[in-house]
């Protein structure tokens, strides 16, 4: 049994699309002959989360591939042939499931408190809620009827009808909706590695053939499911889901004790070792292994890594890992080309030609780049550099996680912040800028680019002046770091004040 022609041309839908003088694509109510339909951005959220958590595999594990393509690793072009699933996509409806949850609970909800939603939304969302407690089996068959059921009520648009749902209503969907998320994502661990594994296909085992209006159909009634080798991408979904520090690095010990390292590289690959599987899974599968998306080095996914260990707070772990990873270290004899280029792909020592271990090639353009500014960001200037403070104002909060090895002799480092204002950190010492020994931002001399410097002792860039650096009003920041605790941030801002009403 295979899942093929998923995707079809709708042709009474594209008629009544073209039909329309304006908004064309805009969903409407009336089945899509009456007026532009409009809801809220909760609704919209909710619409998203219902369908997702609607599409878990049989096992209750991955998000289904149902509609003929994997997501960010697109080698795999034959698994949603297979009845493939992804627990990428897992992870991510975990960390949103649990994002909406906290909002609802800021909201305060009462009995009163509702939320309005399409009708046809509603009963869809009701039909799976009953169903969440379910063996994994039974919620996949009757979650994929709530599913079909609802697509085709909303085929050509919405009626219009509405409905509330209280938000303690909604509080306990969600909480039902992450506790089975959860339990799935258990069952993806593998026991040896103590990793998750990425993907899965489901072989049928028994089935029954129903006729229909539209010919015959297949009816699945038991399931062989197979776990494919592990992928990086599934871990690097995993630590943005990781609560603690802690957990972060118990994830990241497994992958270095794992196939995906490669330990004479130092490097991290894209997948384990894909030999013992079929080559319908898709185009990875021949190539050799080592080169492409066959257990090379796939940068913009290593990249990927890397990232989620300076978000996890694993910074020593980061810069444990940056000499070996990061494209501006390579060797250039090994790498191939100048190390100011990224690559598409490494190719690993999985490759039988030793001596194009290391080496850089672009089969196409590769998204690192994205990734490495992100690190950047958080090396230079910390990952949440502005924010709120309890006034409403906003403030600029500069926290570089900079190794010795970035200053200079005297300690210094510059770097360009929003690609106006240059930012220097004088730190005399040469000591980590993070860590419990690490220096941090003590005192900090501003220069407009129009004006006379100003100059306090904190940590922190109070308002106006956060405003004028966004705004990229200010030339320069000068910054001295040390071991002892800055002023804080209000004592900083009287200092400023007094600082600019001087100048």
Not at 374 to 381: K, Q
Request: with cysteine; glycine share 6%.
């Amino acid at each position: 049994v295979r899942q093929y022609h998923s995707v079809a041309q709708d042709h009474e839908k594209t008629v009544l699309i073209q039909s329309r003088a304006e908004d064309a694509h805009k969903v409407r109510a009336d089945h899509g002959k009456g007026p532009i339909y409009t809801t809220t951005l909760l609704g919209k959220i909710l619409c998203l989360l219902v369908n997702r958590l609607s599409s878990l595999d049989p096992s209750g594990i991955g998000v289904e591939m149902e509609a003929e393509k994997p997501n960010w690793y697109d080698a795999l072009n034959g698994l949603p042939g297979l009845l493939g699933s992804s627990t990428c996509e897992t992870f991510e409806l975990k960390r949103w499931l649990r994002f909406t949850a906290n909002i609802v609970a800021e909201l305060r909800p009462n009995e009163a408190a509702a939320v309005t939603l399409p009708a046809e939304l509603a009963d869809f969302m009701e039909a799976v809620r009953s169903h969440l407690d379910a063996p994994a089996l039974e919620y996949w068959q009757k979650a994929t009827d709530a599913r079909e059921a609802y697509r085709a009520s909303v085929r050509l648009g919405f009626s219009g009808e509405e409905r509330n749902v209280s938000l303690p209503a909604m509080q306990d969907f969600l909480r039902s909706a992450l506790k089975k998320v959860e339990k799935g994502l258990e069952a993806a661990v593998d026991s040896k590695t103590r990793l998750p594994y990425s993907y899965f296909l489901h072989e049928v085992q028994e089935h029954r053939v129903e006729e229909s209006t539209d010919g015959p159909v297949i009816v699945p009634l038991s399931f062989q499911r197979h776990a494919l080798p592990l992928f990086l991408e599934g871990i690097v979904h995993a630590l943005r889901t990781a609560e603690k520090p802690e957990q972060a690095r118990a994830l990241h010990r497994a992958v270095k004790a794992s196939p995906l390292y490669d330990r004479q590289l130092k490097m991290y690959k894209v997948c384990a070792p894909l030999s013992g599987e079929s080559e319908e899974i898709g185009r990875c599968r021949v190539f050799t292994p080592g080169w492409l998306e066959n257990e090379s080095i796939w940068l913009h996914m290593e990249y990927k890594y890397l990232l989620e260990l300076l978000r996890c707070g694993l910074v020593d772990e980061f810069h444990a890992e940056a000499p070996a990873s990061l494209i501006a270290f390579q060797p250039p004899k090994r790498y191939g080309r100048s190390v100011l280029e990224n690559s598409s792909f490494i190719v690993s020592s999985a490759y039988p030609d030793k001596s194009l271990h290391g080496a850089g090639f672009v089969a196409r353009l590769s998204g690192a780049t994205a990734e490495f500014l992100h690190m950047w960001l958080g090396m230079t200037a910390g990952l949440e550099p502005f924010s709120m403070n309890a006034q409403g104002k906003l403030e600029l909060r500069l926290a570089p996680a900079l190794t010795p090895a970035f200053f200079d002799k005297k300690g210094t480092f510059e770097f360009r912040f929003l690609g106006r204002t240059t930012v220097r950190y004088l730190n005399p010492a040469r000591l980590p800028t993070f860590g419990p020994g690490g220096v941090r931002p003590n005192r900090i001399r501003l220069t407009p680019a129009n004006g006379n410097a100003i100059e306090w002792e904190s940590g922190v860039i109070p308002a106006p002046y956060a405003e004028d650096v966004r705004a990229g009003r200010v030339a320069l920041i000068e910054v001295e770091l040390a071991k002892r605790a800055p002023a804080t941030a209000e004592r900083g801002a009287r200092q400023a004040r007094t600082a600019r009403a001087q100048a």
